[in-house]
């Protein structure tokens, strides 16, 4: 029974926040139109909840998120174990992998927009960019450090190409995927929430900007929660098994 | 090493070809896919009338500031919280869940604080930056060894010499990943502030450009937004990051 201690640890401080927020506000430390009250902020959020706005900017954005996944990760592991089965084209395309990645998210905005339009399109072109650049670099430096050793020998012992693929390389760049995968998440959030401030009229991103036209700081403030909170779900959920499984099953595999 | 670089001399003329070839033959306007010389002629305008050199100085001068001020607050906070196993407990949570909620998400409610303009774009990208110092010194001085610690205590070390000889050693590391990794945020974080909130900047100025339909300008803000950036990596923080990893890390050799 370990894990009602590990939640009272981990809500206190938030407890602890909001309690410091609350005696600040009623205090009159702060005009309430720079910053509401917490239970403001409640009934905002309910209300947001109520009507539905607040569902339908939140998979506005998780779809946006689950889309970029979906199309990204099968293409960028597959380009990347393509690239990395020969090693010189890896070495060249090292460099410009890196250097897509270094411009990934928000750089492209201008770009996609001028392409695309304002609109989803331009939006979910961020996200797909991001996940994929980092997750194909992540993928083709996996797959260049696999000891050649398991390579020589699954050839030695007669195994095919397919073999090599599917048993030596995507398993021994594994770990190094997820962690471009987890990353690639946390990049292309933060890139969407940007991307949906400018370019579109949905998700949590168009949300927080929109209620900044009209001093809606409650609004604000429901939103950021929101973005906070889905993260530390995503990372809690289903990110952080999903890593510390890949390193259990494939990782630090020492070479012989 | 040499037939690396041919091969990408070779990549990099092919790619151009190809870029140049296909702005001529397809059938789309050219502030679609302007040509690479379109891009070269709005760098070298861009160049002269000392717009580029000024946003890259902005640009910069915002990051480096970042850098310097989250570096002073993130490793010493980092550091005190980590030092008690309470503290630590904590703050974690709390590190975490801010780091989490980007600086770019905080931006409409800074706007609502202190307006449109530099303020504004500075406490986003610090806060981009400070947290994952934070928070990555945090896990650093949690992961040195008690038992260098309880040596040094043993030997009747305060507080204070055990932070400097043994902590922040310990931690540096961490905190090498930590600057990494924010800087590398609030980079992006700073692209992005500077398009929403609009002064100056390489981000305004790619913005801008979108609205006048100067594509040639927002390809050449792109690559030297990757180029810069891919400079800084390369150069500043993944050397710090070897160094600190080889001099105090877990390399065994």
Redesign the interface.
């Known amino acids: 029974m370990r894990w009602p201690r590990a939640a009272v640890?981990?809500?206190?401080?938030?407890g602890l926040?909001v309690v410091v927020w609350a005696v600040v506000t009623r205090a009159g430390l702060v005009a309430e139109?720079?910053l509401p009250r917490p239970e403001e902020v409640v009934r905002t959020g309910w209300a947001m909840a109520l009507d539905g706005s607040l569902w339908t900017n939140i998979i506005a954005s998780l779809g946006r998120v689950a889309l970029g996944l979906c199309v990204s990760v099968p293409l960028a592991v597959g380009a990347g174990v393509a690239v990395g089965l020969s090693r010189?084209l890896a070495?060249?395309l090292e460099?410009?992998a890196?250097?897509?990645n270094?411009?990934s998210?928000?750089?492209?905005?201008?770009?996609a927009?001028?392409?695309f339009g304002l609109g989803w399109v331009s939006v979910t072109f961020i996200m797909v960019n991001t996940v994929f650049f980092l997750v194909f670099f992540n993928t083709l430096v996996g797959v260049r450090t696999v000891p050649r050793v398991f390579e020589h020998a699954v050839r030695t012992l007669g195994g095919s190409r397919r073999h090599l693929i599917f048993q030596v390389l995507i398993p021994g760049a594994m770990p190094s995927i997820v962690a471009g995968i987890r990353m690639s998440i946390g990049?292309g959030?933060?890139?969407l929430?940007?991307a949906e401030?400018?370019a579109t009229s949905t998700g949590?991103?168009f949300l927080?900007?929109n209620?900044?036209n009209f001093?809606q700081?409650d609004t604000?403030?429901v939103?950021?929660i929101t973005?906070?909170l889905i993260?530390?779900a995503t990372?809690r959920l289903v990110l952080q098994p999903l890593e510390r499984w890949t390193i259990e099953r494939w990782g630090l595999v020492s070479a012989p | 090493m040499r037939e690396t670089a041919v091969t990408w001399c070779l990549l990099l003329a092919g790619f151009l070809a190809a870029w140049s070839v296909a702005a001529a033959t397809l059938p789309v306007p050219s502030y679609m896919l302007p040509s690479p010389g379109a891009v070269l002629a709005a760098g070298q305008d861009l160049v002269v009338k000392g717009i580029l050199p000024t946003y890259i100085a902005e640009s910069l001068r915002r990051m480096v500031l970042a850098a310097v001020i989250a570096f002073a607050i993130g490793v010493p906070a980092g550091i005190a919280l980590g030092m008690s196993r309470r503290l630590a407990e904590f703050a974690y949570p709390l590190l975490n869940f801010f780091q989490s909620v980007s600086g770019i998400a905080w931006l409409p409610l800074m706007l609502v604080w202190f307006g449109f303009g530099e303020r504004t774009i500075l406490v986003a990208v610090n806060y981009t930056v400070v947290f994952p110092v934070a928070l990555n010194t945090l896990l650093g001085v949690r992961s040195v060894p008690r038992i260098y610690v309880n040596g040094l205590r043993t030997l009747g070390a305060p507080r204070w010499r055990i932070a400097r000889d043994v902590i922040l050693p310990g931690a540096l590391p961490s905190i090498a990943t930590g600057m990494r990794l924010g800087l590398a945020y609030g980079w992006r974080a700073l692209i992005a502030a500077e398009m929403l909130v609009g002064a100056h900047g390489l981000g305004f100025m790619i913005f801008t450009a979108q609205n006048f339909h100067l594509t040639a300008r927002i390809m050449l803000g792109m690559v030297v937004i990757g180029a810069l950036w891919l400079v800084l990596d390369y150069f500043v923080f993944r050397p710090l990051e070897q160094a600190t990893i080889e001099r105090w890390g877990l390399v065994q050799r």
């Open positions: 640890n981990g809500l206190l401080p938030f926040l139109i720079f010189r070495a060249v460099p410009v890196s250097f897509f270094s411009l998210g928000i750089a492209w905005l201008p770009l927009v001028t392409w990049f959030w933060r890139a929430i940007a401030m400018i949590l991103g927080i900007f209620a900044q001093h700081t604000i403030l939103g950021i973005i906070g993260w530390l990372d």
